[in-house]
């Protein structure tokens, strides 16, 4: 890794056309949208910052397994990276899986769905903190500036694809299982 990749990685600085700089920006707004469903006093302000997290969370989730995970899966010469991009798709499915849970669940108001929403908090901040040192850093050594901005456009590109527009129904989460994801 090079002095700059080094210095942008320590301070977590990139720029817009860098894939890093488009999954930072996201992952601010899922930790604020997470983090708001977990202290939402109310059923009806926890549904409704649940309505505007799961679409988000689907978009994001399947483009950054598209646009990044499956290229570091790919790399015959670093098994970090390998072991990076399994273990965000393992987190992710387990991302799906609690937040249909809370999706599909008629009462907001239950001790059981609060606690489910506490846990998704929890563990997308793991999930985000664990992948913008980690992940990040192996992107930084192992894909030029040249593909981290493919990346971006493709990420770009699968959100368009997996967001809700008026008018629309969300793309449902593809199913998964552990074994899938492995």
């Given at each position: 890794m090079n002095v700059l990749?080094?210095?942008r990685s320590t301070l977590g600085a990139y720029p817009d056309t860098d894939v890093r700089g488009?999954?930072?920006a996201d992952h601010e707004r899922i930790r604020e949208l997470a983090k708001n469903l977990a202290e939402a006093d109310t059923a009806p302000r926890r549904k409704a910052i649940?309505?505007?997290l799961k679409p988000f969370l689907t978009a994001h989730s399947r483009s950054e397994e598209a646009a990044v995970y499956?290229?570091?899966m790919e790399l015959r010469k670093s098994p970090d990276s390998r072991l990076a991009g399994n273990e965000g798709m393992v987190e992710h499915n387990l991302a799906d899986i609690v937040i249909?849970?809370?999706?599909k669940s008629a009462d907001a108001s239950?001790?059981?769905w609060k606690a489910h929403a506490k846990v998704l908090h929890e563990s997308l901040e793991h999930h985000i903190k664990e992948e913008e040192s980690e992940l990040f850093e192996e992107l930084g050594e192992h894909f030029s500036d040249a593909e981290r901005e493919v990346m971006a456009v493709q990420f770009l590109r699968g959100k368009e694809k997996f967001s809700v527009t008026p008018g629309t129904?969300?793309?449902p989460a593809r199913p998964r299982?552990?074994?899938a994801a492995a």
């Open positions: 990749e080094k210095v488009l999954l930072h649940l309505s505007e499956a290229p570091m249909e849970r809370l999706a239950t001790d059981m129904r969300a793309r299982s552990v074994a």
